[in-house]
Antibody
């Protein structure tokens, strides 16, 4: 059974940092693109970042470029999101999601974790 | 960036009725690279449709997707009580940069 379990969320002050983790199990983690998707309270879904199977390619939504860094450790079956210079508008539930590839490129999300809440507030 | 606009924002229907949800793209989505998800309160999204019209594993056949280019539709043929939720479309035609629509809430009338 595919499982994705996020951790690391919490309350942080504006300008602060937080590192999210996602523990994957039930599939060959190193064979899949992985993504972070967020959802602000009462709002819709927003793709944040994704990373290729071997970590050689990483992409970000414009609003987090230069502040967030996605990474992975295939030996530990884990995905990470380092979030720096956090702003109030980064407040959201952050989901880890597995991506099905389409001709080698990330496509749609077939499995999701339950999410971890990040609150940026003073 | 491809912007996806979903309509209506809210759809009020009764169980047994047909639901038709629209997703319009700001530019053509190549090869119908569009997916649909269902999200219930407090839960993670669930994949329903990919490739505009292919049902994901375990999805009932009352859910169907259609469309191409800039106009896509999710149809629920007969609403069951468990289908009242929020639905999102997502494009991967501009992969690896991915975008979601704003969502349509299907509520009980």
């Amino acid at each position: 059974e595919v499982q994705l379990v996020e951790s690391g969320g919490g309350l942080v002050q504006p300008g602060g940092s937080l590192r999210l983790s996602c523990a994957a199990s039930g599939f060959t983690f190193s064979s899949y693109w992985m993504s972070w998707v967020r959802q602000a309270p009462g709002k819709g879904l927003e793709w944040v970042a994704n990373i290729k199977q071997d970590g050689s390619e990483k992409y970000y939504v414009d609003s987090v470029k230069g502040r967030f860094t996605i990474s992975r450790d295939n030996a530990k079956n884990s995905l990470y999101l380092q979030m720096n210079s956090l702003r109030a508008e980064d407040t959201a539930v952050y989901y880890c999601a597995r991506e099905k590839a389409n001709w080698g490129s990330p496509a749609y999300f077939d499995y999701w974790g339950q999410g971890t809440l990040v609150t940026v507030s003073s | 960036e491809i912007v996806l606009t979903q309509s209506p924002g809210t759809l009020s229907l009764s169980p047994g009725e047909r639901a038709t949800l629209s997703c319009r793209a700001s530019q053509s989505v190549s090869s119908s690279y569009l997916a649909w998800y269902q999200q219930k309160p407090g839960q993670a999204p669930r994949l329903l449709i990919y490739g505009a019209s292919s049902r994901a594993t375990g999805i009932p056949d009352r859910f169907s997707g259609s469309g191409s280019g800039t106009d896509f539709t999710l149809t629920i043929s007969r609403l069951e009580p468990e289908d009242f939720a929020v639905y999102y479309c997502q494009q991967y035609g501009s992969s690896p940069l991915l975008t979601f629509g704003g969502g349509t809430k299907v509520e009980i009338k």
